[in-house]
């Protein structure tokens, strides 16, 4: 192309270049050449661009992320977890005073006491998922405010800034990419993860519920042991196999799927497949006493009824997990098609691996103003938090009300520290900040299925208070529930969910 631009190229000490323009066919042959120059050149524009945005779709553009926020910008309120301490923290805050960025793998949150209902077609999984951007607006319309679908792979509390991965699922999508977020203030609710207490095999093949996911599994799995057990050539005990349900962990989330489960055989498994309804039948596996937290009274009442619904309660410890049968601490071999399991929580991967000091369970250790004492402008609420051995309380349950009220009183303190000048980082050191956190159990609610629950709502075991079981409870729990639900539109969903599951039954289509 060198040679095209030289001959077009005008020289004021060359008299003959300049006769060309003068020469009305050499003016005609130049413009042709020039004309050519530039549809090359637009022709390499083209296809450069077309390189570039195949690039960016197979290599992301990596950024730096969020830099520290400057005079005349609100602080920044930093909060990794999406679960129901740092869901109700980010809808109490006041977005006037700060923004709010919130890191978390999901971008909604879970009404855990209702998602056993969702696993055998009582309620649908949208109604028990409350997106972040509903429970807090000011993330998706505010400037400052932003949700990532991302994991924190590193905290630098001396830089104040965290180190995130963005979340993909699979190789056919983007590539995940790294970036940075300064904080003001760092509110760590990024929960827990299932006890597996080091069994062989659990990971493998059990199903946890603690996810909407989980829930889509365990129904998917169990609508399809269902099938394939009416499936001619299956054998009688590959069969009682397929159709035998395990639950280990009795709990009440244990104890209210193995509810739901009965509920579903005896109303619609019995009716819809007819061939297999005297195979199929449920399994509850503890360590020691079914719904410990519970009275005794309720206990009993609990057991009684969970024999009528059809659940087998067997005592024992589970000492291995294999894909077709677990195997007891006593030898006995147990096969399952479906096993869930349901064991408690204990602290995360990432919990574990930051260097603050922890609290007897191995979770993050805080004060009671939820702060982390060895990191300024850092608390920490929720499941992956403990009170310190030195604050002399004892550790709070991993339960939803424990969460949600951490939550709402980190909030509120982190308004008034705003409205006083110490929004911003390193800001607050010396402040006053009032009243320190007190928890004051509002009671237990659990149920069992066949319209029966038990309601206990005394603070403690040893206290006095109102316990009761049967239609009543049953009642009282579903209303209770209804009113806790995060918005008035998953409220009308629950509602009409449990109407049209009452008239016409549990729908049984596996998608």
């Given at each position: 192309?060198?040679?095209i631009?030289?001959?077009?190229?005008i020289?004021p000490?060359t008299?003959?270049?300049?006769?060309?323009?003068?020469?009305?066919?050499?003016?005609?042959?130049?413009?042709?050449?020039?004309?050519?120059?530039?549809?090359?050149?637009?022709?390499?524009?083209?296809?450069?661009?077309?390189?570039?945005?195949?690039?960016?779709?197979?290599?992301?553009?990596?950024?730096?992320?969020l830099?520290?926020?400057?005079?005349?910008?609100?602080?920044?309120?930093?909060?990794l977890?999406?679960?129901?301490?740092?869901?109700?923290?980010?809808?109490?805050?006041d977005?006037?005073?700060?923004?709010?960025?919130?890191?978390?793998?999901?971008n909604h949150?879970?009404?855990t006491?209702?998602?056993?209902s969702?696993?055998?077609?009582?309620?649908e999984?949208?109604?028990?998922?409350?997106?972040?951007?509903?429970?807090?607006?000011?993330?998706?319309?505010?400037?400052?405010s932003?949700?990532?679908?991302?994991n924190?792979?590193?905290?630098?509390?001396?830089?104040?800034?965290?180190?995130?991965?963005?979340?993909?699922?699979?190789?056919?999508t983007?590539?995940?990419?790294k970036?940075?977020?300064?904080?003001d203030?760092l509110i760590?609710?990024?929960?827990?993860?299932?006890?597996?207490?080091g069994?062989?095999?659990?990971?493998?093949?059990?199903i946890?519920?603690?996810?909407?996911?989980?829930?889509?599994e365990?129904r998917?799995?169990?609508?399809?042991?269902?099938?394939?057990?009416?499936?001619?050539g299956?054998?009688?005990?590959?069969?009682k196999?397929?159709?035998?349900?395990?639950?280990?962990?009795?709990?009440?989330?244990?104890?209210?799927?193995?509810?739901?489960?009965?509920d579903?055989i005896m109303?619609?498994?019995?009716?819809?497949y007819?061939?297999?309804?005297d195979?199929?039948?449920?399994?509850?596996?503890?360590?020691?006493?079914i719904?410990?937290?519970?009275?005794d009274r309720?206990?009993h009442?609990?057991?009684?009824?969970?024999?009528?619904?059809?659940?087998?309660l067997?005592?024992?410890?589970v000492?291995?997990?294999?894909?077709q049968?677990?195997?007891?601490?006593?030898?006995?071999?147990?096969?399952?098609g479906?096993?869930?399991?349901?064991?408690?929580?204990?602290?995360s991967?990432?919990?574990?691996?930051?260097?603050?000091?922890?609290?007897?369970?191995?979770?993050?250790g805080?004060?009671?103003?939820?702060?982390?004492?060895?990191?300024?402008?850092?608390?920490?609420?929720?499941?992956?938090?403990?009170?310190?051995?030195?604050?002399?309380?004892?550790?709070?349950?991993?339960?939803?009300?424990?969460?949600?009220?951490e939550?709402k009183?980190?909030?509120?303190?982190?308004n008034?520290?705003?409205?006083?000048?110490?929004?911003?980082?390193m800001?607050?050191?010396?402040?006053?900040?009032?009243?320190?956190?007190?928890?004051?159990?509002?009671?237990?609610m659990?149920?069992?299925?066949?319209?029966k629950?038990?309601?206990?709502?005394?603070?403690?075991?040893?206290?006095?208070?109102i316990?009761?079981a049967?239609?009543?409870?049953?009642?009282?729990?579903?209303?209770?529930?209804?009113?806790?639900?995060?918005?008035?539109?998953?409220?009308?969903?629950v509602?009409?969910?449990?109407l049209?599951?009452?008239?016409?039954?549990?729908?049984?289509?596996?998608?």
């Amino acid at each position: 192309m060198l040679w095209i631009k030289n001959l077009v190229r005008i020289s004021p000490t060359t008299s003959s270049v300049g006769n060309v323009f003068r020469n009305p066919e050499s003016y005609t042959l130049s413009s042709f050449f020039c004309t050519a120059l530039q549809r090359q050149q637009q022709v390499s524009e083209t296809v450069q661009a077309k390189e570039d945005v195949a690039n960016d779709v197979l290599e992301p553009q990596r950024y730096d992320g969020l830099a520290p926020t400057r005079e005349g910008e609100k602080p920044r309120v930093l909060v990794l977890g999406s679960g129901w301490a740092g869901c109700r923290l980010m809808k109490g805050i006041d977005t006037s005073i700060y923004d709010v960025v919130c890191v978390s793998p999901r971008n909604h949150m879970v009404f855990t006491p209702l998602l056993a209902s969702t696993c055998v077609g009582t309620l649908e999984f949208r109604s028990v998922a409350e997106p972040i951007s509903r429970i807090q607006p000011a993330i998706s319309r505010e400037p400052g405010s932003y949700y990532f679908l991302a994991n924190c792979s590193k905290l630098d509390a001396d830089n104040h800034e965290v180190h995130c991965e963005t979340v993909t699922e699979g190789s056919s999508t983007l590539k995940p990419w790294k970036f940075k977020i300064a904080y003001d203030k760092l509110i760590l609710a990024c929960g827990a993860e299932a006890s597996t207490f080091g069994i062989n095999g659990v990971l493998e093949n059990a199903i946890f519920l603690r996810e909407v996911h989980h829930a889509q599994e365990i129904r998917r799995k169990l609508l399809l042991n269902l099938m394939l057990s009416e499936v001619p050539g299956i054998s009688h005990g590959e069969k009682k196999r397929l159709l035998h349900c395990v639950v280990v962990g009795g709990g009440p989330t244990g104890v209210e799927f193995s509810g739901e489960l009965s509920d579903f055989i005896m109303k619609d498994v019995r009716q819809r497949y007819a061939h297999v309804k005297d195979d199929i039948r449920v399994t509850l596996i503890e360590a020691r006493d079914i719904l410990s937290s519970f009275d005794d009274r309720l206990r009993h009442y609990a057991i009684k009824q969970l024999n009528k619904s059809g659940v087998k309660l067997v005592r024992g410890i589970v000492k291995e997990v294999k894909p077709q049968k677990l195997i007891l601490d006593d030898g006995t071999e147990v096969p399952y098609g479906l096993l869930v399991w349901s064991t408690g929580v204990g602290p995360s991967s990432f919990v574990r691996s930051l260097g603050f000091p922890k609290d007897p369970g191995g979770r993050i250790g805080i004060d009671e103003w939820m702060r982390v004492p060895s990191a300024q402008d850092v608390f920490a609420i929720g499941d992956c938090s403990g009170y310190l051995a030195s604050t002399g309380k004892s550790t709070l349950p991993a339960l939803a009300q424990v969460a949600e009220r951490e939550g709402k009183y980190l909030a509120n303190l982190l308004n008034v520290m705003g409205k006083a000048g110490g929004g911003r980082a390193m800001s607050a050191k010396d402040m006053e900040l009032g009243e320190p956190f007190v928890y004051k159990h509002l009671g237990s609610m659990a149920t069992i299925g066949r319209y029966k629950a038990l309601v206990d709502l005394r603070e403690s075991k040893e206290g006095k208070g109102i316990s009761m079981a049967g239609f009543v409870s049953w009642f009282i729990w579903r209303s209770a529930y209804l009113t806790r639900v995060v918005s008035w539109r998953n409220r009308f969903y629950v509602a009409i969910n449990w109407l049209t599951t009452f008239v016409f039954g549990r729908d049984i289509s596996r998608i």
